[in-house]
């Protein structure tokens, strides 16, 4: 039986957070640039309406979760390491047309993981119960929130748009080397409660 049930978001968590600025500044033929980017949601930072953002998404959203967006520093090393003795679960807000794509993107990066969930949704705390996440690591402040406030550990990766205030039920950390460290810590004896 393995340790713990980790969920990790895949977009800004383990790829780079701001994969898809110079998508948006070209389709919008803007010039933003990443300390500019402070708000997680994309039209607020881009200056234009939902329902651009909502057409831009559409046009773009395979572009920008192709196979070739990079991933955080040490991601896959460290989800190596996690998968030895814990079930990974990957939960995405993404479009469930991204289906196949996530899969792809998953294994030609060769990330290990046991089950991934492409939600179409950014509400993951039914997919957390159901999964009895006992940590989840986010970039989005409004999901960590969210998903803290109903009983879950959150681990958020640090980034310039979710820079705000935290409750204790979320550890802000800066690099997969930390989440390691904190999750190697988490007592094991706990699992029997």
């Known amino acids: 039986m393995k340790n713990l049930n980790i969920c990790i978001d895949i977009d ?9 600025l110079d998508i948006a500044n070209k389709f919008f033929n803007k010039n933003i640039t990443i300390d500019k980017v402070t708000e997680y949601e994309i039209d607020k930072v881009m200056g234009i309406t939902r329902e651009e953002y909502y057409d831009f998404y559409n046009k773009s959203k395979f572009e920008m979760h192709n196979e070739e967006v990079t991933l955080r520093e040490n991601a896959r090393e460290i989800i190596e ?34 089950d991934v969930f492409v939600l179409g949704t950014h509400y993951k705390v039914n997919t957390a119960k159901e999964l009895k996440c006992d940590i989840f690591i ?6 960590a929130m969210q998903l803290s406030k109903n009983g879950f550990k959150v681990l958020l990766l640090d980034t310039n748009y979710n820079r705000k205030i935290l409750n204790k ?3 802000r950390v800066f690099n997969w080397n930390e989440i390691y460290k904190i999750i190697k810590e988490i007592p094991l004896c706990r699992k029997a409660i």
């Open 12 to 20: 800004g968590t383990i790829t780079n957070p701001y994969f898809w």
């Open 81 to 114: 390491e996690l998968i030895k003795t814990n079930n990974i679960y990957f939960v995405t807000a993404r479009d469930k047309d991204l289906k196949i794509l996530t899969y792809a993107y998953l294994n030609k990066n060769n990330i290990p993981y046991d």
């Open 138 to 143: 986010e970039d989005s402040y409004a999901n």
């Open 169 to 171: 039920n979320i550890i």
